[in-house]
């Protein structure tokens, strides 16, 4: 029984967490999934999709302008996934202000 506890709170601590690969969706704009499974990593999944665009628009010397994000699941339960939809701009584009953030509608 000791062995069978000890087994599940290795389960229940070890963490993944991954993004996808970045697929254009029209002009200027991409999507990306982050996913986070463990018990430690909740809200790890759109960070890892975050960090993901950040590298992709910095490989074309541009900056990331979040369009909308949508994050479901529980990271200890099933696993957790967030979507980020962006677009790449330059410094002096207008569009790249602070982002102003609300929740997906449901």
Known sequence: MRAFIACAV???????????????????????????????VGGESIIAATKAANAFCEKQGKLV???STETSGHAAW??????????????????????DLKPAAQ
């Open 65 to 67: 302008v979040v369009r």
């Open 10 to 40: 290795v389960v229940m601590l070890s963490a993944c967490v991954s993004s996808s690969e970045i697929v254009p969706v029209g002009k200027d704009s991409y999507v990306v999934n982050g996913r986070a499974m463990g018990g430690v």
């Open 78 to 99: 099933g696993g957790e996934r967030s979507g980020l939809i962006f677009s790449c701009v330059t410094a002096d584009d207008p569009e790249y202000k602070r982002p």
